[in-house]
């Protein structure tokens, strides 16, 4: 089965610096698709940013990118120029290309920015 | 911008009681599911559902939830007889297809089991 982790709970950042989140995963496939949502205190999850495990380019959003290292089984969420409004809980997620289309969620990182 | 619905956005409950959760997916969906967030902890994965029928489900999921698509707009999860360790965030998402298409979520349902 896939694991998801996330080894920071919490980070803090300056606004408008940059700061980075970091997510591992293990699985034993080759195709497949990760993900980080954000969690705003409203609950809602909202989908940050999306990378196919194909793709070598690494997706970027806006101020949001991301770190693929697919041997490593590493995704780092970046984030640049942080805003006030980017504090939230970020939930690193991965799917299967095939066969199951769950997503299986990390346990979060509380981003805090500091004004 | 199209989007998944949940109500009510807070239920308050007996142990014991049986309560419908309601999700409007969006419309051109094909793919179903209800997650779990209990305070303080990450999403689970509760049930995915296809073609009428579930595809998948976890552990969590035993005989005392049971989704069901009555309409072909709404999709409910129903737990029959509540427990405490049943109150947590309930999320409703959809996908247009399998893969890398994004799951869309709902703002969730709080469930409170008194």
């Known amino acids: 089965a896939q694991t998801v982790t996330q080894s920071q709970p919490e980070m803090s950042v300056q606004e408008a610096e940059t700061v980075t989140l970091s997510c591992t995963y293990d699985?034993?496939?080759?195709?497949?698709?990760l993900f980080w949502y954000k969690q705003p205190p409203s609950r809602q999850m909202i989908l940050v940013i999306r990378q196919e495990a194909y793709k070598q380019q690494n997706a970027t959003e806006n101020r949001f990118s991301v770190n693929f290292q697919k041997a490593a089984k590493s995704f780092s969420l970046k984030i640049s120029d942080s805003q006030l409004g980017d504090a939230a809980m970020y939930f690193c997620?991965?799917?299967?290309?095939?066969?199951?289309?769950?997503?299986?969620f990390g346990q979060g990182t509380r981003l805090t920015i500091n004004p | 911008e199209p989007e998944v619905t949940q109500t009510p956005s807070h239920q308050v409950t007996q142990m014991g009681q049986e309560v419908i959760l309601r999700c409007v997916p969006i419309s051109n969906h094909l793919y179903f599911y209800w997650y779990r967030q209990i305070l303080g902890q990450k999403v689970e994965f509760l049930v995915s559902?296809?073609?009428?029928?579930?595809?998948?489900k976890s552990e969590i999921f035993d005989d005392q939830f049971s989704v069901e698509r009555p309409d072909g707009s709404n999709f409910t999860l129903k737990i029959r007889s509540t427990k405490l360790e049943d109150s947590a965030m309930y999320f409703c998402?959809?996908?247009?297809?399998?893969?890398?298409?994004?799951?869309?979520f709902g703002q969730g349902t709080r469930l409170t089991v008194v």
């Open positions: 559902f296809y073609n009428n029928e579930i595809s998948e």
């Open positions: 699985t034993s496939e080759s195709d497949y698709y």
């Open positions: 998402a959809s996908s247009s297809d399998r893969g890398g298409t994004e799951a869309f």
């Open positions: 997620a991965y799917r299967s290309a095939k066969g199951a289309q769950k997503l299986v």
